[in-house]
T-cell receptor, first 111, second 120 residues
Framework: QSVLTQPPSVSGAPGQRVTISCTGS?????????VQWYQQLPGTAPKLLIY???HRPSEVPDRFSASKSGTSASLAITGLQAEDGADYYC???????????FGGGTKLTVL | QVQLEESGPGLVKPSQTLSLTCTVS??????????WTWIRQPPGKGLEWIGY???????SYNPSLKSRVSMSVDTSKNQFSLNLNSVTAADTAIYYC????????????WGQGTLASVSS
């Protein structure tokens, strides 16, 4: 049972928009700790996709965006492409656990 | 650019100690703004933060693993290490090392990961 809750899977057709939610609590996202998103392509290590709630590293396409509100965060991918098929993880800090926590991951399938 | 590479035995017997090393290139492990982290991922499952170490030797561990984990740093080799004792099959996972930056809550970059299996 992960501290941050994500849907196990989402899917969309090429060109469509999908969103992935990440639900936390008052001891992590709700306290104001930043939310990060990582993309893990099959057989590879996770890669930082979004940091500090909504900021993209320079190499990440602007098709990826994210936001945070209250105890939740969400990742949006527009103009879905086949290469976006991957697992996506949210991550934040938890004051009750005094450590970093991850969501359980969401598998994105591009139909 | 900064690169990290994990190394260590791929197979460990139950009840023994799993030992892994992460070699950092492109940055000094003694840099004041960085801390060095271990994260693991059981096959087909999600990510779990194990802990981090600062170049001074200061450590912070996941409470769920704290009794079995220790980390160390070797600044002369630009490496940091993970020891996990009393391992069981539940500790079978891909182990990643990653860099964190002080004052920030994200990990970047990550190593490619190394699979450590616990089996007799």
């Amino acid at each position: 049972q992960s501290v941050l809750t994500q849907p196990p899977s989402v899917s969309g057709a090429p060109g469509q928009r999908v969103t992935i939610s990440c639900t936390g609590s008052r001891s992590n996202i709700g306290t104001g700790y930043d939310v990060q998103w990582y993309q893990q392509l099959p057989g590879t290590a996770p890669k930082l996709l979004i940091y500090a709630n909504s900021h993209r590293p320079s190499e990440v396409p602007d098709r990826f965006s994210a936001s945070k509100s209250g105890t939740s965060a969400s990742l949006a991918i527009t103009g879905l492409q086949a290469e976006d098929g991957a697992d996506y993880y949210c991550q934040s800090y938890d004051s009750s656990l005094s450590g970093w926590v991850f969501g359980g991951g969401t598998k994105l399938t591009v139909l | 650019q900064v690169q990290l590479e994990e190394s260590g035995p791929g197979l460990v017997k139950p009840s023994q100690t799993l030992s892994l090393t992460c070699t950092v290139s492109g940055a000094s492990i003694s840099g004041d703004s960085s801390y060095w982290t271990w994260i693991r991922q059981p096959p087909g499952k999600g990510l779990e933060w194990i802990g981090y170490i600062y170049h001074s030797g200061y450590t912070s561990y996941n409470p769920s693993l704290k009794s079995r984990v220790s980390m160390s740093v070797d600044t002369s080799k630009n490496q940091f290490s993970l020891n996990l004792n009393s391992v069981t099959a539940a500790d079978t996972a891909i182990y990643y090392c990653a860099r964190g930056s002080l004052g920030y809550n994200w990990f970047d970059p990550w190593g490619q990961g190394t699979l450590a299996s616990v089996s007799s």
